[in-house]
């Protein structure tokens, strides 16, 4: 298999995730706590719009309409899953009046007006993509959010030392000998990638069980 292929397709991801989306939620015990102090640091008592990438089951999408958003505040989830679309979809039908959830293709442009909103949220999913993909992700959103405006993320990351060291390099060698296997995630290194103009509100990296997640929020210049 070459280096490239070694990368999900938006197109395979979405067949990957039509497939074992239904157990997405087992990740939670790596993923709880990164996702806290993410979230926690993302402020999201103040937003007006969040618009989340890969809303995958939804448990996200509701635990924030229904705690952490200001009543008033809307909600877009983008995922390329049907499945996992229609699963959002289910997750977000008490807070219909403010919840949209919408199948891209993982390709085009984002279904959402440039400088309109206050935080794009992407948790676990940047590990599946392509390098050029993770470009392309903070260049849209740069382009929707309003100016002073947050980007909040959480991904799988290499571990420094000891056993998340042993658990990373596991994972990547799972990941390379075949995608599916890990549902095309494996610990990336986010920085090379990080637009240089956004300051850092938050950067820290968080080992639950040897699995090492990094949790970044950053600030669009005013
Ligand atoms: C590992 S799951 C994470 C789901 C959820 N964010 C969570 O933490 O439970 C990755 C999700 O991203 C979606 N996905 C993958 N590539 C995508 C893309 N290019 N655009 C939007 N969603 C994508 C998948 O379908 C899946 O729902």
Do not use: K
Not at 185 to 212: A, F, K, Q
């Amino acid at each position: 298999m070459s280096r490239r292929h070694r990368y999900l397709e938006p197109e395979q991801a979405a067949r990957v995730y039509d497939r074992i989306g239904r157990w997405q939620d087992l990740g939670g015990f790596y993923e709880r706590e990164a996702m806290g102090v993410m979230l926690d640091a993302a402020e999201l008592g103040s937003a007006r719009g969040v618009v989340e990438i890969g809303c995958g089951t939804g448990s996200l999408a509701a635990s924030l309409l229904g705690d952490r958003l200001p009543a008033a505040a809307t909600y877009l989830g983008l995922d390329v899953s049907p499945a996992m679309v229609e699963r959002t979809r289910r997750a977000v039908e008490p807070f219909a009046d403010r919840a949209e959830v919408r199948l891209v293709d993982g390709r085009s442009p984002w279904p959402i007006a440039d400088h309109s909103v206050d935080r794009v949220l992407a948790v676990y999913v940047l590990d599946l993509y392509s390098p050029e993909a993770t470009d392309a992700f903070f260049a849209e959103a740069d382009r929707v959010l309003r100016p002073g405006r947050l980007i909040a993320v959480a991904s799988l990351t290499h571990g420094a030392r000891g056993v998340s060291r042993a658990v990373s390099a596991m994972w990547n060698g799972a990941w390379r000998i075949d995608p599916h296997v890990t549902g095309g995630c494996r610990p990336v290194d986010l920085e090379p990638h990080l637009p240089s103009t956004y300051r850092r509100r938050l950067d820290t990296v968080i080992t639950t069980w040897g699995v090492s997640s990094r949790a970044l929020v950053l600030q669009a210049p005013a």
